[in-house]
Every structure is written in C-alpha cells, then in structure tokens.
C-alpha cells in the first residue's frame, strides 16, 4: 500500500525505489545529511527522489538541499511529538 498525495503524479513505493537508494556517498557533508532513519525514506516519495537524483547526478541544488534538511526536520518533529514513537 502506497500514500499517494495530491502534489504525486504517480505514486511508488519504498520497495519498487530501493535499489535506487543503494550507492557510495563521497562527500561527507551529503552523507551525514542522507544518514537519516530508513522509515524517513520509507514515509516520504520526496526524500527517496532527492536521495536518488544526488545518487544518479553527484550533485544537488542549494534548494534542493535546503528542503530536504526541512523536511527531514518536520518528519523528526512529527516524531517525537507523536506519544506512540521511543525518541
């Protein structure tokens, strides 16, 4: 079963992307932003997208990297506001 939100324009899953994810991250600074729970990825179709683009194309935009941070962000705050999570 596959969330799929208004802004998708088509949905995938966690499992049909995962293989996409996999892949050596060089740069220090992108691998300490990517090390982030896999049930982030697994929750969130923009992540995975970000995640893949920076594996396919070694680069990201400063957009792109601001909101990927913002978002992991929300997801962290979403987390530990939630009474059922062990944060």
């Known amino acids: 079963?596959?969330?799929v939100t208004v802004g998708s324009s088509y949905p995938l899953c966690?499992?049909?992307?995962?293989?996409?994810?996999?892949?050596?991250?060089?740069?220090?600074?992108?691998?300490?932003?990517?090390?982030?729970?896999?049930?982030y990825y697994k929750n969130s179709l923009f992540l995975?997208?970000?995640?893949?683009?920076?594996?396919?194309?070694?680069?990201?935009?400063?957009?792109q990297i601001e909101f990927f941070k913002k978002a992991t962000e929300n997801m962290k705050n979403e987390r530990s506001a939630d009474p059922g999570t062990n944060t």
């Open 1 to 3: 079963m596959v969330i």
């Open 14 to 39: 966690y499992d049909c992307q995962k293989h996409e994810l996999v892949g050596k991250v060089k740069d220090p600074k992108m691998k300490k932003m990517f090390d982030i729970p896999e049930e």
């Open 48 to 63: 995975r997208s970000i995640k893949i683009n920076y594996l396919k194309f070694g680069k990201l935009t400063d957009k």
